[in-house]
């Protein structure tokens, strides 16, 4: 409840006369938003997570206050950031489509409500007890998306017949890092694919990964999900049409920008969701009660002036199968 100030005489008496109504608004609640990556590149998924907000009855500037804070890339600069919004007093905090950022905000608190969208499995990352009572400061939505390596290659396969050995390039001070080449290995094997795995941190470890490919053929690149690829995927693309080398993706956005193909959730809704989900937070809902949303849109692209370039003629049945062609 508001205190109010009275004024009084000398006597301890009120002081009578007009009483003037204050007119301070009552404060908003603050969404600390935490990201591994950079604005411009998830343009797109930001507007669909403001969508599921306001939805929820939250406009940003109007009945909520966001705090910004994004890593551009550096994974090893997200406690720091967190540790700022924590210092902040904000009511909830909001990692979505990054999986790093709900790693560090989940480790760095226990008591400030973290809504998570990943594409890994929370459990095994330590964020939720399990999907159905998360039981902690934590809830989210997840695709699942890394579990997709087996359908991923076997979709290379279509497209590269003489398909031998799998590159795949990942960033290590992701936490995602490690499952994914599991996990990936894991759906090689039966396929008699051999794995490559390389690691990349700057530029020029990105350079040097996909260095010498070029000379030798049956080789096919997976790049590994990291907000330090994603940020570059146009360079990417670039690269490996430079190279003449296949590369497959987990996210449409690579394709729109030159990639040969990509297969992975869609996530539009699940950032729509994550913004509902903060949004029921900020309601009063606990994320220990709040069941993991778990969303099963996927969906592939097919970037046939890549596959041009590389000489790939695309299958019917793939083409068939593609949610968009981009031509």
Known sequence: MRRRSFLHGAGGLLVAGPRIASAQPAAVPV?????????????????????????????????VAIEYRWASGRNDALPGLVAELIQRRVDVIATPAST???VAAGRATTTIPIVF?????????????????????????VSLNNELAGKRLGLFRELIPGLARIVTVINPSSVLAEPFGQELQAAAAPLGLAVDIRRAT???????????????????????????????????????????????????EYA????????????????????????????????????????????????????????IAVPPSVLAAADEVIE
């Open 202 to 252: 700057t530029d020029r470890e990105l350079e040097a990964a996909f260095g010498n490919l070029a000379q030798q053929r049956g080789n096919g690149v997976v790049m590994g999900p990291d907000a330090f690829f994603f940020t570059r995927r146009a360079q990417i693309a670039a690269m490996a049409a430079r190279l003449a080398v296949p590369v497959i993706f987990d996210d449409r």
């Open 31 to 63: 969404i600390g938003f935490l990201h591994s990556g950079s604005p411009d590149p998830v343009a797109k998924r930001l507007a669909a997570w403001h969508k599921g907000l306001q939805d929820g009855g939250f406009v940003e500037g109007r009945t």
């Open 117 to 141: 969208a990943t594409g890994a499995d929370p459990i095994a990352l330590g964020l939720v007890d399990n999907l159905s009572r998360p039981g902690r400061n934590v809830t989210g939505v």
């Open 100 to 102: 790093p950022a709900a």
């Open 256 to 311: 729109e920008a030159g990639g040969l193909a990509a297969y992975g959730a869609n996530w539009m809704p699940l950032m729509a969701l994550a913004g509902g989900y903060t949004a029921r937070v900020l309601k009063g809902e606990k994320p220990a009660d709040l069941p993991v949303a778990q969303s099963s849109a996927f969906e592939l692209v097919i970037n046939l002036k890549a596959a041009k370039a590389l000489g």
